[in-house]
């Protein structure tokens, strides 16, 4: 951990915890940002201010230099994405676990691309590689929620959750 105070996390949102284990992997060190800002574009779908605030000062760097970077990279979106988000966990034990499997349903069943949002606004669906629970593989992540040993069935209800 970081000798300097760490700013609180902005909420008690599982995905957080996800963005924090990233900056750690990396000992909290400056070369981490753009990392950092990848796995908050994934696991929430987009970078808002809050988001962008707390990895620079998380990993002490200029606010504008954070900016900067993902201003510059067409990759990261300021813009939310649907009204809720699926994410499916595709790291090594995940995939194992047939996460190959899930994305592919997702994709069939919402008919976008993983990376994508439905066209009426909904659901997005995106990747993130190991949200560090690969106890419970294969994992996808509901709106913040984590689910453990996933199936195709267990997606398909909580798609149909959210569509009603
Ligand atoms: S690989 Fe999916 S949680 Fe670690």
Redesign the pocket.
């Known amino acids: 951990m970081p000798v300097y105070p760490m700013p609180p996390l902005p909420s008690a949102d599982k995905r957080w915890k996800i963005v924090n284990g990233t900056m750690r992997r990396h000992g909290f060190a400056r070369h981490a940002l753009i990392e950092t800002l990848h796995t908050v574009q994934t696991s929430f779908g987009y970078l808002d201010d809050e988001s962008i605030r707390f990895v620079a000062k998380s990993l002490r760097v200029p606010l504008s230099q954070a900016y900067g970077v993902v201003t510059f990279y067409h990759y990261f979106s300021l813009k939310p994405p649907g009204e809720h988000t699926c994410t499916v966990?595709?790291?090594?034990?995940?995939?194992i676990k047939g996460?190959d499997r899930l994305v592919a349903y997702a994709e069939r069943h919402l008919q976008i691309k993983e990376g994508d949002t439905t066209p009426d606004g909904k659901i997005s669906l995106m990747t993130a590689?190991?949200?560090?629970?690969?106890g419970?593989?294969?994992?996808a992540i509901f709106d913040g929620e984590l689910m453990g040993d996933t199936t195709a069935a267990k997606l398909q209800e909580q798609f149909e959750r959210w569509t009603v």
Do not use: L
């Not at 419970?136 to 994992?139: E, K, M, S």
């Open positions: 966990c595709t790291g090594t034990a995940c995939y996460a590689r190991c949200v560090g629970a690969c419970r593989a294969p994992v």
